[in-house]
């Protein structure tokens, strides 16, 4: 054969370029704007890989990562929200919970001062009498607020091309928190992950507090009756009470129940052999899966989270940085992070779609 065969990584430079004159034939990176309903507007990195992975970035969404395929099956959760555009956010609607008007995708990113459910919380360090406290929505504030695109496209590297995007989310107020997350996601041609190194700074002056989750929501047709959960649970630190009240499994799903309230449960995993933790959805039937790498020095707590109801079918890995009783509590206990002005918190983890 003359050329590269696809599905085949990693792809050669020098022998991709004999059979094309555009690296787009195999795969790239590429700049669009959605134009239609409430996602009018929102900017756009298509990736390819070539390797059956596809995913976007949803640079006016805190970069975070919306639709993601793989061999031509969905596996991040398309919720009827949409790619909601930020500007028809309201934060403080519906006593916090309007979070939940715009969460769809793999990677719906929560914090950056603030994760788990909203509630008010002293706001001393900020020294401005006039606000005393401040309140907190669910998840915080930073999936809907646009990134400063830095940068996007591909490079190789020892004979291999990376496809990559970076940029900055700024999350600020006067007499308030300034918090920066510079983020990047990488992808090889030809393979079948997404690298994502995120690191948070405190831009400002003031000690701040600082939390941050990902809720990495995997969805229908990976998510299916029969698909199962994999993870080295050593114990389940806490449950909803709906677990009870419903029995239904978290680690063998059924498929879409009527009237199902969401099961959410906070698993204390044991680390693998190299300190990585790896937790996975599997579906035997298409023969495919999903795996979440992450650090379980960066991320100490993690939650399952089963919403199986009908027409909002998914379940979220959601590895975080504070355990379930949240702001109040982590403040009350000590677990509270603060960064100093100039301090950073660093997390890299990876997502892999995986064939069985």
Same mark, same amino acid.
């Given at each position: 054969?003359?050329g590269?065969?696809?599905?085949?990584?990693?792809?050669?430079r020098?022998a991709?370029?004999r059979? !094309?004159?555009?690296?787009?034939?195999?795969?790239?990176?590429?700049?669009?704007?959605?134009?239609?309903?409430?996602?009018?507007?929102?900017?756009v990195?298509?990736?390819?890989?070539?390797?059956?992975?596809?995913?976007?970035?949803?640079?006016?969404r805190?970069?975070?990562?919306?639709?993601?395929?793989?061999?031509?099956?969905?596996?991040?959760?398309?919720?009827? !929200?949409?790619?909601?555009?930020?500007?028809?956010?309201?934060?403080?609607d519906?006593?916090?919970?309007s979070?939940?008007?715009?969460?769809?995708?793999l990677?719906?990113?929560?914090?950056?001062?603030?994760?788990?459910?909203?509630?008010e919380?002293?706001?001393?360090?900020?020294?401005?009498?006039?606000?005393?406290?401040?309140?907190?929505?669910?998840?915080?504030?930073?999936?809907?607020?646009?990134?400063?695109?830095?940068?996007?496209?591909?490079?190789?590297e020892?004979?291999?091309?990376?496809?990559?995007?970076?940029?900055?989310?700024?999350?600020?107020?006067?007499?308030?928190?300034?918090?920066?997350?510079?983020?990047?996601?990488?992808?090889?041609?030809?393979?079948?992950?997404?690298?994502l190194?995120?690191s948070?700074?405190?831009?400002?002056?003031?000690?701040?507090?600082?939390?941050?989750?990902?809720?990495?929501?995997?969805?229908?047709?990976?998510?299916?009756?029969?698909?199962?959960?994999?993870?080295?649970?050593? !114990?389940?630190?806490?449950?909803?009470d709906?677990?009870?009240?419903?029995?239904?499994?978290?680690?063998?799903?059924?498929?879409?129940?009527p009237?199902?309230?969401e099961q959410?449960?906070?698993?204390?995993?044991?680390?693998?052999p190299?300190?990585?933790?790896?937790?996975?959805?599997?579906?035997?039937?298409?023969?495919?899966?999903?795996?979440?790498?992450?650090d379980?020095?960066?991320?100490?707590?993690?939650?399952?989270w089963?919403?199986?109801?009908?027409?909002?079918?998914?379940?979220?890995l959601?590895?975080?940085?504070h355990?379930v009783?949240?702001?109040?509590?982590?403040?009350a206990?000590?677990?509270?992070?603060w960064l100093?002005?100039g301090?950073?918190?660093?997390?890299?983890?990876?997502?892999?779609?995986?064939?069985?």
């Open positions: 054969m003359s590269p065969q696809p599905g085949r990584a990693p792809l050669e020098a991709l370029e059979v !094309t004159g555009d690296l787009a034939a195999a795969g790239g990176v590429r700049a669009v704007v959605l134009d239609d309903g409430s996602e009018r507007g929102i900017r990195l298509e990736f390819r890989t070539g390797g059956g992975l596809r995913f976007d970035v949803l640079v006016d805190a970069m975070d990562i919306g639709l993601a395929e793989f061999d031509d099956h969905s596996v991040g959760w398309r919720s009827a !929200t949409g790619f909601r555009h930020p500007g028809l956010h309201e934060h403080a519906e006593d916090g919970l979070w939940l008007r715009s969460m769809s995708g990677v719906v990113t929560a914090g950056l001062d603030h994760t788990l459910f909203g509630g919380v002293g706001a001393a360090q900020y020294h401005y009498p006039p606000r005393p406290t401040v309140r907190h929505g669910l998840h915080g504030r930073v999936a809907n607020i646009p990134a400063r695109l830095t940068g996007y496209g591909e490079h190789w020892a004979g291999r091309c990376v496809l990559w995007a970076e940029g900055e989310i700024r999350q600020a107020a006067i007499f308030g928190e300034h918090l920066v997350l510079h983020r990047r996601i990488e992808a090889g041609l030809g393979g079948t992950e997404i690298r190194a995120d948070v700074r405190n831009a400002g002056f003031d000690a701040t507090p600082h939390m941050f989750l990902y809720h990495i929501n995997v969805g229908w047709p990976l998510l299916d009756e029969g698909a199962r959960f994999e993870a080295p649970i050593a !114990t389940t630190r806490w449950r909803s709906s677990v009870a009240e419903q029995a239904v499994s978290h680690l063998e799903f059924p498929g879409p129940q009237g199902f309230v959410v449960y906070e698993h204390e995993l044991m680390p693998d190299d300190g990585r933790q790896r937790v996975r959805v599997v579906n035997d039937r298409l023969g495919r899966g999903f795996e979440l790498d992450y379980p020095a960066a991320f100490p707590a993690f939650f399952e089963l919403n199986l109801r009908e027409g909002s079918y998914a379940v979220g959601e590895p975080s940085t355990h009783a949240g702001d109040a509590a982590a403040r206990d000590g677990s509270m992070i100093e002005h301090e950073q918190r660093h997390y890299q983890s990876v997502l892999r779609f995986t064939r069985h």
